[in-house]
């Protein structure tokens, strides 16, 4: 079925002027951001840009001129996507201003982003989603535990170095957490930058531990412009506060946590093919995991933070591909880890999930009597009260 592939070899041959930036344009750099282009371009935006064919053959060259996975849960398709661009006019007109990565153990931060410019003078900002690396997937549990995360200053930074620098429109752009990552900046912004923003994608981004900013004026001034696609059972997209201004994309693939890979999104004639509505699976996982976040209390939350961070530095590795190398000797390291946090804060990080099951079994009966409760009412309850006391 057709993808991104196919976009890229009936449009490529087509310039920016001839077809503008598209959907289909963010979905692919997001997709393609997953390559380690900090590797071959500075992370300075002072520094002379480079053109995004040069950029690409050098990053390639170093790989061994082979396409790898990047991890175990990243294939290699977006290596393979992003050679084939470099053969087409629409990419070879593009330059990359800078990329800025930051990784970090403790505290947890997988970070990346990178500027783009195109020939009618737009930039293009792309925040990378979840890598294999153990540090980003701890990093989404701190936005699930609503202790945050250092990304969101970076980001934040990064977006004001780039506005000084380049005049013109700006677009937001990220995947996964990067799509999380993209809505926040927009709406924490200067309102200067924000007037500038034309668009903002994001591609099943999680949501926030909080719904306060879907009631914020930032918020207003950026729905015009911002698109928000989820695959048809989407899982990531549907966990927590999230608006539901989204629209539903079909995927190659059935199951939910495959449907997550850009690769896998059908595109025809420029556009992302759309169905009516997310599935029951997503709507399941939206009903529960709305509700079971929500409940969690700050204490319950701060020791589901400390037993991860004691697991994840206990398995003695740094991504996930080690982790499946090693797995045996990782695993060991987890449980003499978790042995070692104290009984106190085991028993609340017990109390985070107790009952979790008779809530799943209430969200299953309430999607399927299409009488969902669950994270619109809970979270906009919160959302507002938040909203009023920051106002």
Same mark, same amino acid.
């Given at each position: 079925? #057709?993808?991104?592939?196919?976009?890229?070899?009936?449009?490529?041959?087509?310039?920016?002027?001839?077809?503008?930036?598209?959907?289909?344009?963010?979905?692919?750099?997001?997709?393609?951001?997953?390559? #380690?282009?900090?590797?071959?371009?500075?992370?300075?935006?002072?520094?002379?840009?480079?053109?995004?064919?040069?950029?690409?053959?050098?990053?390639?060259?170093?790989?061994?001129?082979?396409?790898?996975?990047?991890?175990?849960?990243?294939?290699?398709?977006?290596?393979? %996507?992003?050679?084939?661009?470099? &053969?087409?006019? %629409?990419?070879?007109?593009?330059? $990359?201003?800078?990329?800025?990565?930051?990784?970090?153990?403790?505290?947890?931060?997988?970070?990346? =982003?990178?500027?783009?410019?195109?020939? +009618?003078?737009?930039?293009?900002?792309?925040?990378?989603? *979840?890598? +294999?690396?153990?540090?980003?997937?701890?990093?989404?549990? &701190?936005?699930?535990?609503?202790?945050?995360?250092?990304?969101?200053?970076?980001?934040?930074?990064?977006?004001?170095?780039?506005?000084?620098?380049?005049?013109?429109? /700006?677009?937001?752009?990220?995947?996964?957490?990067?799509?999380?990552?993209?809505?926040?900046?927009?709406?924490?912004?200067?309102?200067? $930058?924000?007037?500038? $923003?034309?668009?903002?994608?994001?591609? &099943?981004?999680?949501?926030?531990? &909080?719904?306060?900013?879907?009631?914020?004026?930032?918020?207003?001034?950026?729905?015009?412009?911002?698109?928000?696609?989820? #695959?048809?059972?989407?899982?990531?997209?549907?966990?927590?506060?999230?608006?539901?201004?989204?629209?539903?994309?079909?995927?190659?693939?059935?199951?939910?946590?495959?449907?997550?890979?850009?690769?896998?999104?059908?595109?025809?004639?420029?556009?992302?093919?759309?169905?009516?509505?997310?599935?029951?699976?997503?709507?399941?996982?939206?009903?529960?995991?709305?509700?079971? /976040?929500?409940?969690?209390?700050?204490?319950?939350?701060?020791?589901?933070?400390?037993?991860?961070?004691?697991? *994840?530095?206990?398995?003695?590795?740094?991504?996930? *591909?080690?982790?499946?190398?090693?797995?045996?000797?990782?695993?060991?390291?987890?449980?003499?880890?978790?042995?070692?946090? +104290?009984?106190?804060?085991?028993?609340?990080?017990?109390?985070?999930?107790?009952?979790?099951?008779?809530?799943?079994?209430?969200?299953?009966?309430?999607?399927?009597?299409?009488? *969902? $409760?669950?994270?619109?009412?809970?979270?906009?309850?919160?959302?507002?009260?938040? =909203?009023?006391?920051?106002?």
């Amino acid at each position: 079925m #057709p993808c991104s592939k196919q976009f890229v070899e009936e449009y490529g041959k087509m310039s920016f002027t001839d077809y503008p930036f598209c959907d289909a344009d963010a979905l692919t750099l997001c997709e393609v951001f997953y390559m #380690p282009l900090e590797l071959v371009v500075s992370n300075s935006v002072k520094s002379q840009p480079v053109d995004f064919s040069d950029a690409c053959y050098k990053l390639f060259e170093m790989r061994g001129n082979k396409h790898k996975p990047l991890g175990l849960m990243i294939t290699s398709n977006p290596s393979k %996507r992003i050679m084939q661009m470099t &053969d087409y006019l %629409r990419y070879r007109e593009m330059k $990359i201003a800078c990329v800025h990565a930051v990784y970090s153990v403790s505290p947890a931060i997988q970070y990346c =982003a990178g500027a783009f410019l195109l020939p +009618d003078g737009k930039i293009v900002i792309v925040f990378r989603g *979840t890598d +294999d690396t153990i540090a980003g997937w701890k990093e989404d549990l &701190d936005i699930f535990t609503r202790k945050g995360t250092p990304s969101y200053d970076l980001a934040m930074d990064f977006l004001n170095s780039v506005a000084a620098e380049y005049e013109g429109e /700006i677009i937001l752009c990220g995947h996964s957490k990067g799509g999380n990552i993209a809505l926040r900046t927009a709406c924490k912004c200067s309102d200067e $930058i924000r007037s500038r $923003i034309v668009n903002v994608y994001n591609f &099943d981004g999680p949501g926030y531990a &909080d719904a306060s900013i879907f009631y914020t004026p930032a918020y207003k001034e950026v729905l015009p412009g911002y698109r928000h696609f989820v #695959p048809s059972s989407s899982l990531i997209g549907m966990m927590m506060s999230h608006d539901y201004d989204y629209k539903a994309v079909k995927s190659n693939v059935l199951f939910g946590a495959f449907q997550h890979d850009l690769h896998t999104w059908q595109i025809a004639e420029g556009e992302l093919i759309l169905v009516d509505d997310v599935d029951f699976l997503a709507k399941l996982t939206d009903e529960w995991l709305g509700v079971l /976040i929500q409940r969690l209390s700050d204490v319950s939350s701060g020791a589901l933070d400390i037993v991860a961070t004691a697991i *994840t530095e206990g398995t003695g590795t740094k991504s996930l *591909t080690d982790l499946a190398k090693h797995a045996y000797t990782a695993v060991g390291g987890a449980v003499k880890a978790y042995k070692a946090v +104290d009984d106190e804060t085991k028993n609340e990080f017990k109390d985070a999930f107790r009952g979790g099951g008779k809530l799943l079994i209430g969200a299953f009966k309430a999607v399927r009597e299409n009488t *969902t $409760i669950a994270a619109t009412i809970v979270s906009d309850a919160v959302g507002r009260k938040l =909203a009023e006391s920051l106002s």
